[in-house]
């Protein structure tokens, strides 16, 4: 399986929500992938010319590089299509540290931040009650 990593598009939409775990238990995040495709912060993972999950890119963390959202089709998941995602995120910050923030809970994301080389740095309580934000930064070669 060919995995590229590419823009996101408007024409994007349907198959990001389709995809989307969030979107049958909160409306919201249909509201919200249709923003971020507007704002021009989606990249999306591509395999057999359909789009198998998408990340959220932006500098809303303190004017740092952010990881806003990363998520994969549930059937395209231990691929190493979430490295993929990663990986070109760190190419497109500008910044010398990129961000990522994600639950206690989400064991499968802290092992794809720890094989990325993320670090944890600290934590949010109180985001999601009784499962705390952690929050990992990937320092990257000086921008």
């Known amino acids: 399986m060919t995995v590229t990593v590419r823009r996101g598009r408007a024409a994007d ?3 990001l929500k389709a995809l989307d775990t969030v979107v049958p238990l909160d409306a919201q995040r249909a509201v919200s992938i249709d923003a971020w495709l507007a704002h021009d912060v989606v990249y999306v993972a591509v395999a057999d010319d359909l789009p198998v999950g998408y990340a959220v890119f932006n500098h809303d963390f303190f004017r740092q590089g952010k990881v806003d959202m990363l998520m994969l089709a549930v059937d395209r998941r231990g691929r190493r299509i979430g490295e993929r995602l ?8 500008d910044t010398p540290k990129l961000f990522c923030t994600t639950n206690v809970s989400n ?10 080389g993320f670090l944890a740095c600290g934590f949010i309580d109180e985001l999601d009650p009784g499962d705390p934000e952690l929050v990992y930064v990937k320092k990257l070669a000086e921008r």
């Open 107 to 116: 064991h499968r994301m802290q092992r794809l931040l720890a094989r990325r």
């Open 13 to 15: 939409a349907a198959a």
């Open 86 to 93: 990663l990986r070109a995120l760190e190419d497109a910050c």
